[in-house]
Each structure stands twice: as C-alpha cells, then as structure tokens.
C-alpha cells in the first residue's frame, strides 16, 4: 500500500508563505490525478487544489485561486503546494491524496495562519 507523507506545514503570519510537500512510499500508478485537501477544525475535508500526471492543474478551490500553486515531480513521487498571502482562514491540517481519495491518508501536515 502506498503510503503518503506531508511535510512543511507551520506557523506562518497572515501574507506569509509556506510550502508543502507530498512523498509518496513509492511510484503511484501512471494517469493518476493528485490532489491537496485541507480540513479546518469543526469542518469537512475539502479538495483544495488538484494536478493531472503530465502536470496539468485540473481544479483550485476559489478560495485559493490567484495564490495557491499545485506542481509535481514524478520522478520524486511528490507533490508540492505553494501557498502564498496566506490567510487566517486558511489554518487547517492539508493532506494529499488522489483526487478521489483511493489511497490511505498520510498524517497531514499543520498550517496555522496568525492574524
């Protein structure tokens, strides 16, 4: 089973930037769609932004439209999110997954935005 690991979440202030990482334990099956989801205290986990396998951005949440970046390397098995102009309300634990969540979730990674 693959396992997925995120890493790079933290403490940032409001308009900080962060960026997160992906690792997967091993090659995912080609044509797979990756995705970042994020899950706020109290709320329902949310796709926030997802990629093609040839590196086509194929949805952002319009919560995160204009500052958010998804990328990958397949050569590394990992995905990447750069989050910039971070707000408050973006505090959340941010997993990846497929786009359909076929894959176990990893531990997720914490982003704490101050305002």
């Known amino acids: 089973q693959v396992q997925l690991v995120e890493s790079g979440g933290g403490l940032v202030q409001a308009g900080g930037s962060l960026r997160l990482s992906c690792a997967a334990s091993?090659?995912?099956?080609?044509?797979?769609?990756m995705g970042w989801f994020r899950q706020a205290p109290g709320k329902a986990r949310e796709l926030v932004a997802s990629i093609s396998w040839i590196g086509v951005v194929t949805y952002y949440a319009d919560s995160v439209k204009g500052r958010f970046t998804i990328s990958r390397d397949n050569a590394k098995n990992t995905i990447y999110l750069q989050m910039n102009s971070l707000k408050p309300e973006d505090t959340a634990v941010y997993y990846c997954n497929t786009e359909r969540s076929t894959l176990v979730w990893g531990q997720g990674t914490q982003v704490t935005v101050s305002s």
């Open positions: 091993e090659r995912t099956r080609s044509g797979l769609v």
